[in-house]
């Protein structure tokens, strides 16, 4: 057995069973040694003779020798149930392959730094030789072995027999006599991971697989021997392999090993000797080398088609070659030689790019940047039709006023369609479901649904009725059944379709459709809720049609209970409360993310929601939603394992369904930008599936076992379970654990600082419970090497607006990157001038809205460029935050307000109108500066106050439109209260007009003083009457319940406030941002604000 703590090969001679090793070997057990030549060498330098050498003076503590122990048990594949004379040979085999390398010369400091155990003052000097005589093993010379005559050789086998059973007996005997101590399971787990090598390597020899020893050695004369009149081959390193075929296999190994690179030479020397081993037992097994060749796709060497060792006897060398192949021994010589001596490699950071300077000032007519009348909302407007050759006859059908299936109501009554939607369905075919309410007076309410088809062959609609929950299937009663009906369950029937010709009006073009409709009773005992439902071929009984659009479930189509108010609930928000139940089964982001992508087809896109404030105020609830998942308030994983690359093409697809509102629906643009910067970008299947695989070739790589109870495994474990956004907080916070060297408080700042604490590690259904721990200084710049790189993989697929990923994948559209992009880049994490920065943020938006964004119709550009988009509007924020910080002048401080007013114009795509006009008021007021106008500064604040006006429509349109939704979702998902109260506030103080309002507020005062105004800013205005009181800080008297109407007058305030209950109004000499907490709750409360 080949040790793994080193290269001195030992055959241990006694039982074998299977379970883990936990006894000592019994007392006189004799173990039969072939002595390496590195211990010869050994003893000899030490004067010793090595035949004289008493190894059981050799003390090896027992807490390595556990540990070692419990390797073998790990390299034997982990065996249960194993028997007392195993565990006890085991044990025997770790203290010898232990003492070995301590009489190789390893002192016990080196095995302990192996095992990541502490090390031991005193322990750091190999082994004196001393008293180490009056043998007591048997120890076989291999050179003089190699001399000895075959009945010699016999007569040391048959004494090897002879120890092998009286060991085996010995062993028996104590196992009898006293039970072996409790097995490692039932003992203290290891408190660090032990080390596994990938490969052990035999140094002693050069490689004679690929150079053969010279015909007239003795050694080869014996493994070419006569037997039974055929020839035998008995040792691997005769089968000779072409070069060629030995490279090819070698870079498959790498290819396999995940590509790494920078691998030392002692890594390739080894890959390249276990490439040879891996043909040469192809070889040995009956395979030529031309049969090897055609493998690889290589031309054929004549005479190369007939197996070398066709008739030959190899049984014996391909037991070694598996043997070898098994323990991962291999003979290979040395290419670089460490010594005690050598110093690890440092991680030396890489030094920061030269900043520099954006000088360039490119003015752009921003007038460009107002919306055009396909982004209004206006009550009641609908979304133009598609060119007519873009669209199906299906799609184009579902238009019709007048659709001749619809219900005709009562005199008096009226016809309402609530639903309408198109399904693709297998082939060419799709499938429009029209959801009708007929009403009326002293009428029972009724629904139809409408179903239409293009598919050619006859079809059969296979349904059930829903009363009291979507998901029912239950059985019709028979005054429900449309003709041609026939029951084929207890709880469905199947209806065949009517086929008949349908024309589009005055276009003239015609097309044969399938049709059928269900009547459904709408209120009272009898009311049903819906139909669930499937189409079946009728010809080809096998052939079914399913919903493929929500992973091949079966279709439904739901109405809202007559109990259920509007105001109350809507299909879309049921839909996304019934999903996220808290108290339900499973559930994963996948799942999540598939079914967004559903809803937002279904209740957003033009051809199922024409009315442009339906799907307005559809997409804003979508968005709260994504949210509330991206904020982490929603479960990201229950009871569901969901590979990766199954949640990246998820991802995906939800971000193309974003990506195509934002090019069909520009009224969408501002809610689908937000959509987008929650959602991770995804990626093609192998793109996940990098994440799965790569974390296991780093820790093979790097020599790191799968050990269940460490760190790495652990979260290897949760990789392949579930991989989430959070991983990418894990690996940033790992990589400056290495970094740091090891210091486990700066992996805890990481993760805090990212959201994640202990209890969230530990809540993952594949939790991670353990610290990480410290392989070693060897291994601490190539990890970090390999996690930076797992980290951009990462990235890739969780967070989509990552800049230097984003700049990535637009660089070759663009036509490469600009001076403004680079310097963006750059300057991203500080340093350089805040208003050169965001001036550069600015001009790359704009080079972004040329490239493709203004006029969006490539689908997969455009999310590409909306990615580097959002990812720049992110830098910008951080630019104005770092401008707060610098000491500019009046005619800075004006030059970046015109910059962030720009910037939200280009954050506002579908309604930054007032936006727009204010810029250029803005700039007409510092042109009139220039020029010395006396009344500069009243225009420059009349646009400040047109500005401000603008931002403050835009956080009450928000509020107006998502709290609700908030507060609904919220409130069924069992989410904190204070994160739904606050949820309108956080996107509006998330968002770029936050900006803004930091930098006007931090010019109004100097504005105020240029013109020579009062100090009063008028925030939320309304006419009270109420007591006066004064306070030095509003904070005091925040949380006060006045019992009279108070008008608050407080010297301080800062903007984080609660507006007191019973204050009717506050007043403050203060400066305060119309987006802070207390101007949004005075505006939302209608209490009157005003600041100096």
């Given at each position: 057995?080949?040790?793994?703590?080193?290269?001195?090969?030992?055959?241990?001679?006694?039982?074998?069973?299977?379970?883990?090793?936990?006894?000592?070997?019994?007392?006189?057990?004799?173990?039969?040694?072939?002595?390496?030549?590195?211990?010869?060498?050994?003893?000899?330098?030490?004067?010793?003779?090595?035949?004289?050498?008493?190894?059981?003076?050799?003390?090896?503590?027992?807490?390595?020798?556990?540990?070692?122990?419990?390797?073998?048990?790990?390299?034997?594949?982990?065996?249960?149930?194993?028997?007392?004379?195993?565990?006890?040979?085991?044990?025997?085999?770790?203290?010898?392959?232990?003492?070995?390398?301590?009489?190789?010369?390893?002192?016990?400091?080196?095995?302990?730094?192996?095992?990541?155990?502490?090390?031991?003052?005193?322990?750091?000097?190999?082994?004196?030789?001393?008293?180490?005589?009056?043998?007591?093993?048997?120890?076989?010379?291999?050179?003089?072995?190699?001399?000895?005559?075959?009945?010699?050789?016999?007569?040391?086998?048959?004494?090897?027999?002879?120890?092998?059973?009286?060991?085996?007996?010995?062993?028996?005997?104590?196992?009898?006599?006293?039970?072996?101590?409790?097995?490692?399971?039932?003992?203290?787990?290891?408190?660090?991971?032990?080390?596994?090598?990938?490969?052990?390597?035999?140094?002693?020899?050069?490689?004679?697989?690929?150079?053969?020893?010279?015909?007239?050695?003795?050694?080869?004369?014996?493994?070419?021997?006569?037997?039974?009149?055929?020839?035998?081959?008995?040792?691997?390193?005769?089968?000779?392999?072409?070069?060629?075929?030995?490279?090819?296999?070698?870079?498959?190994?790498?290819?396999?090993?995940?590509?790494?690179?920078?691998?030392?030479?002692?890594?390739?020397?080894?890959?390249?000797?276990?490439?040879?081993?891996?043909?040469?037992?192809?070889?040995?097994?009956?395979?030529?080398?031309?049969?090897?060749?055609?493998?690889?796709?290589?031309?054929?060497?004549?005479?190369?088609?007939?197996?070398?060792?066709?008739?030959?006897?190899?049984?014996?060398?391909?037991?070694?070659?598996?043997?070898?192949?098994?323990?991962?021994?291999?003979?290979?010589?040395?290419?670089?030689?460490?010594?005690?001596?050598?110093?690890?490699?440092?991680?030396?950071?890489?030094?920061?790019?030269?900043?520099?300077?954006?000088?360039?000032?490119?003015?752009?007519?921003?007038?460009?940047?107002?919306?055009?009348?396909?982004?209004?909302?206006?009550?009641?407007?609908?979304?133009?039709?598609?060119?007519?050759?873009?669209?199906?006859?299906?799609?184009?059908?579902?238009?019709?006023?007048?659709?001749?299936?619809?219900?005709?109501?009562?005199?008096?009554?009226?016809?309402?369609?609530?639903?309408?939607?198109?399904?693709?369905?297998?082939?060419?075919?799709?499938?429009?479901?029209?959801?009708?309410v007929t009403s009326g007076p002293n009428a029972v309410p009724t629904r139809r649904i409408v179903f239409t088809t293009d598919v050619v062959d006859p079809l059969m609609l296979h349904w059930g009725v829903s009363r009291d929950e979507p998901g029912q299937w239950i059985l019709p009663i028979k005054a429900l059944w449309p003709a041609s009906t026939t029951p084929?369950?207890?709880?469905?029937?199947?209806?065949?379709?009517?086929?008949?010709?349908?024309?589009?009006?005055?276009?003239?073009?015609?097309?044969?459709?399938?049709?059928?409709?269900?009547?459904?009773?709408?209120?009272?005992?009898?009311?049903?809720?819906?139909?669930?439902?499937?189409?079946?071929?009728?010809?080809?009984?096998?052939?079914?049609?399913?919903?493929?659009?929500?992973?091949?479930?079966?279709?439904?189509?739901?109405?809202?209970?007559?109990?259920?108010?509007?105001?109350?609930?809507?299909?879309?928000?049921?839909?996304?409360?019934?999903?996220?139940?808290?108290?339900?089964?499973?559930?994963?982001?996948?799942?999540?993310?598939?079914?967004?992508?559903?809803?937002?087809?279904?209740?957003?896109?033009?051809?199922?929601?024409?009315?442009?404030?339906?799907?307005?105020?559809?997409?804003?609830?979508?968005?709260?939603?994504?949210?509330?998942?991206?904020?982490?308030?929603?479960?990201?994983?229950?009871?569901?394992?969901?590979?990766?690359?199954?949640?990246?093409?998820?991802?995906?697809?939800?971000?193309?369904?974003?990506?195509?509102?934002?090019?069909?629906?520009?009224?969408?643009?501002?809610?689908?930008?937000?959509?987008?910067?929650?959602v991770g970008k995804g990626g093609s299947g192998g793109d996940g599936q990098a994440i799965r695989d790569e974390i296991l070739n780093i820790m093979h790589r790097n020599g790191i076992g799968e050990n269940k109870k460490y760190w790495m495994e652990q979260w290897h474990q949760k990789l392949h379970n579930n991989t989430t956004p959070d991983d990418i907080v894990i690996c940033e916070a790992y990589i400056a654990y290495l970094k740091a060297d090891c210091a486990i408080e700066t992996y805890w700042r990481v993760l805090l600082e990212g959201g994640i604490d202990r209890a969230r590690l530990e809540s993952y259904e594949r939790p991670?419970?353990?610290?990480?721990?410290?392989?070693?200084?060897?291994?601490?710049?190539?990890?970090?090497?390999?996690?930076?790189?797992?980290?951009?993989?990462?990235?890739?697929?969780?967070?989509?607006?990552?800049?230097?990923?984003?700049?990535?994948?637009?660089?070759?559209?663009?036509?490469?990157?600009?001076?403004?992009?680079?310097?963006?880049?750059?300057?991203?994490?500080?340093?350089?001038?805040?208003?050169?920065?965001?001036?550069?943020?600015?001009?790359?938006?704009?080079?972004?809205?040329?490239?493709?964004?203004?006029?969006?119709?490539?689908?997969?550009?455009?999310?590409?460029?909306?990615?580097?988009?959002?990812?720049?509007?992110?830098?910008?924020?951080?630019?104005?935050?770092?401008?707060?910080?610098?000491?500019?002048?009046?005619?800075?401080?004006?030059?970046?307000?015109?910059?962030?007013?720009?910037?939200?114009?280009?954050?506002?795509?579908?309604?930054?109108?007032?936006?727009?006009?204010?810029?250029?008021?803005?700039?007409?007021?510092?042109?009139?500066?220039?020029?010395?106008?006396?009344?500069?500064?009243?225009?420059?604040?009349?646009?400040?106050?047109?500005?401000?006006?603008?931002?403050?429509?835009?956080?009450?349109?928000?509020?107006?439109?998502?709290?609700?939704?908030?507060?609904?979702?919220?409130?069924?998902?069992?989410?904190?209260?204070?994160?739904?109260?606050?949820?309108?506030?956080?996107?509006?103080?998330?968002?770029?007009?936050?900006?803004?309002?930091?930098?006007?507020?931090?010019?109004?005062?100097?504005?105020?003083?240029?013109?020579?105004?009062?100090?009063?800013?008028?925030?939320?205005?309304?006419?009270?009457?109420?007591?006066?009181?004064?306070?030095?800080?509003?904070?005091?008297?925040?949380?006060?319940?006045?019992?009279?109407?108070?008008?608050?007058?407080?010297?301080?305030?800062?903007?984080?406030?609660?507006?007191?209950?019973?204050?009717?109004?506050?007043?403050?000499?203060?400066?305060?941002?119309?987006?802070?907490?207390?101007?949004?709750?005075?505006?939302?409360?209608?209490?009157?604000?005003?600041?100096?």
């Amino acid at each position: 057995v080949a040790g793994a703590g080193g290269a001195y090969p030992a055959r241990v001679v006694g039982a074998r069973g299977t379970r883990p090793v936990c006894a000592p070997a019994p007392t006189g057990t004799k173990i039969v040694l072939v002595r390496t030549r590195a211990w010869s060498e050994t003893a000899k330098s030490n004067n010793v003779n090595s035949n004289d050498v008493d190894v059981s003076n050799v003390v090896i503590p027992e807490d390595l020798v556990g540990i070692r122990a419990y390797v073998r048990w790990e390299n034997a594949g982990m065996p249960e149930e194993t028997t007392p004379e195993w565990q006890a040979t085991e044990y025997a085999g770790a203290l010898l392959d232990l003492r070995m390398e301590v009489l190789g010369g390893v002192s016990l400091n080196e095995i302990r730094r192996r095992y990541n155990q502490p090390e031991v003052p005193g322990d750091d000097e190999p082994m004196s030789f001393e008293n180490m005589k009056n043998n007591v093993v048997q120890v076989h010379s291999e050179t003089s072995a190699d001399a000895r005559e075959s009945e010699q050789q016999r007569s040391n086998e048959a004494n090897a027999r002879a120890a092998e059973e009286e060991l085996a007996a010995r062993v028996a005997a104590a196992a009898s006599a006293k039970p072996p101590p409790p097995t490692p399971a039932t003992t203290e787990p290891l408190k660090t991971e032990p080390f596994k090598p990938a490969i052990v390597i035999n140094t002693q020899v050069a490689n004679t697989a690929s150079k053969p020893k010279a015909s007239g050695s003795k050694k080869q004369a014996k493994s070419k021997k006569e037997k039974n009149g055929g020839k035998t081959l008995t040792s691997v390193a005769e089968v000779v392999i072409p070069e060629d075929l030995v490279d090819i296999r070698a870079y498959v190994r790498w290819e396999d090993a995940g590509k790494p690179e920078d691998t030392p030479p002692d890594w390739q020397a080894t890959e390249n000797a276990m490439a040879r081993l891996d043909l040469q037992i192809e070889v040995l097994e009956g395979a030529s080398l031309n049969a090897i060749r055609a493998k690889f796709k290589e031309p054929g060497v004549d005479g190369d088609d007939t197996p070398p060792y066709d008739g030959w006897d190899v049984s014996d060398a391909l037991a070694q070659a598996k043997n070898n192949l098994a323990n991962n021994v291999v003979d290979v010589t040395p290419l670089t030689k460490p010594t005690k001596k050598d110093e690890p490699e440092e991680w030396v950071e890489p030094p920061p790019e030269v900043v520099g300077t954006y000088l360039e000032h490119h003015e752009r007519d921003v007038r460009s940047l107002m919306p055009g009348p396909d982004c209004s909302l206006a009550e009641g407007t609908a979304s133009q039709a598609k060119p007519k050759k873009q669209q199906s006859f299906v799609s184009r059908w579902s238009l019709l006023d007048n659709d001749p299936s619809a219900p005709v109501p009562a005199s008096g009554g009226a016809t309402e369609l609530i639903a309408r939607r198109v399904y693709p369905l297998e082939g060419d075919g799709e499938l429009l479901v029209q959801m009708y309410v007929t009403s009326g007076p002293n009428a029972v309410p009724t629904r139809r649904i409408v179903f239409t088809t293009d598919v050619v062959d006859p079809l059969m609609l296979h349904w059930g009725v829903s009363r009291d929950e979507p998901g029912q299937w239950i059985l019709p009663i028979k005054a429900l059944w449309p003709a041609s009906t026939t029951p084929v369950s207890e709880i469905s029937v199947e209806t065949k379709f009517v086929t008949g010709e349908a024309c589009l009006g005055n276009d003239g073009e015609c097309a044969t459709l399938q049709t059928l409709s269900v009547d459904l009773p709408g209120s009272g005992a009898d009311e049903l809720t819906g139909v669930q439902f499937v189409l079946r071929d009728e010809a080809n009984g096998d052939l079914w049609y399913k919903d493929s659009t929500n992973g091949m479930s079966n279709f439904r189509a739901n109405f809202l209970a007559s109990t259920q108010t509007q105001g109350a609930s809507d299909p879309l928000l049921d839909a996304i409360t019934r999903a996220e139940d808290p108290h339900g089964g499973w559930w994963t982001l996948m799942h999540r993310f598939n079914l967004a992508s559903n809803l937002l087809d279904m209740h957003c896109t033009q051809a199922n929601q024409p009315n442009r404030l339906a799907a307005y105020q559809n997409a804003s609830k979508a968005y709260v939603w994504l949210r509330y998942s991206a904020s982490k308030k929603l479960t990201w994983q229950r009871n569901y394992n969901v590979k990766p690359r199954e949640l990246s093409a998820a991802q995906s697809k939800l971000t193309r369904v974003i990506t195509n509102m934002f090019c069909e629906s520009p009224y969408l643009r501002d809610t689908a930008r937000l959509m987008l910067g929650c959602v991770g970008k995804g990626g093609s299947g192998g793109d996940g599936q990098a994440i799965r695989d790569e974390i296991l070739n780093i820790m093979h790589r790097n020599g790191i076992g799968e050990n269940k109870k460490y760190w790495m495994e652990q979260w290897h474990q949760k990789l392949h379970n579930n991989t989430t956004p959070d991983d990418i907080v894990i690996c940033e916070a790992y990589i400056a654990y290495l970094k740091a060297d090891c210091a486990i408080e700066t992996y805890w700042r990481v993760l805090l600082e990212g959201g994640i604490d202990r209890a969230r590690l530990e809540s993952y259904e594949r939790p991670i419970i353990t610290e990480p721990i410290n392989h070693g200084a060897n291994l601490k710049v190539p990890l970090i090497k390999d996690f930076y790189k797992y980290l951009a993989i990462l990235k890739s697929v969780h967070s989509g607006a990552d800049l230097v990923e984003s700049i990535r994948a637009c660089a070759g559209g663009l036509g490469g990157v600009s001076d403004a992009l680079n310097y963006v880049r750059v300057a991203q994490s500080g340093g350089g001038d805040a208003t050169q920065l965001l001036n550069a943020c600015v001009e790359s938006r704009h080079q972004l809205r040329d490239a493709g964004l203004a006029d969006a119709s490539d689908d997969e550009w455009t999310r590409n460029l909306l990615y580097l988009d959002l990812a720049i509007d992110d830098v910008a924020r951080r630019a104005v935050e770092r401008a707060g910080e610098a000491n500019y002048g009046l005619d800075d401080q004006m030059r970046l307000a015109g910059l962030v007013l720009e910037n939200l114009a280009l954050s506002l795509p579908a309604s930054n109108q007032d936006v727009v006009l204010a810029t250029i008021d803005w700039r007409l007021a510092i042109q009139s500066r220039k020029t010395g106008d006396p009344q500069w500064a009243l225009r420059a604040k009349a646009a400040m106050d047109r500005a401000r006006l603008a931002i403050s429509r835009y956080s009450d349109t928000v509020s107006q439109e998502m709290q609700p939704a908030a507060r609904h979702i919220g409130g069924a998902c069992e989410i904190e209260q204070w994160s739904v109260d606050l949820f309108s506030e956080e996107v509006i103080r998330g968002g770029p007009a936050f900006a803004l309002s930091l930098v006007l507020t931090r010019l109004d005062p100097l504005l105020r003083a240029e013109a020579d105004m009062g100090a009063w800013q008028i925030i939320s205005p309304k006419s009270v009457t109420g007591f006066v009181l004064h306070v030095n800080d509003l904070h005091t008297v925040m949380n006060d319940v006045f019992a009279r109407p108070t008008i608050v007058v407080a010297d301080k305030v800062g903007g984080d406030e609660e507006f007191p209950l019973g204050a009717v109004a506050v007043l403050t000499t203060c400066s305060v941002d119309v987006l802070s907490h207390t101007a949004v709750r005075a505006r939302n409360g209608g209490g009157p604000f005003g600041g100096g």
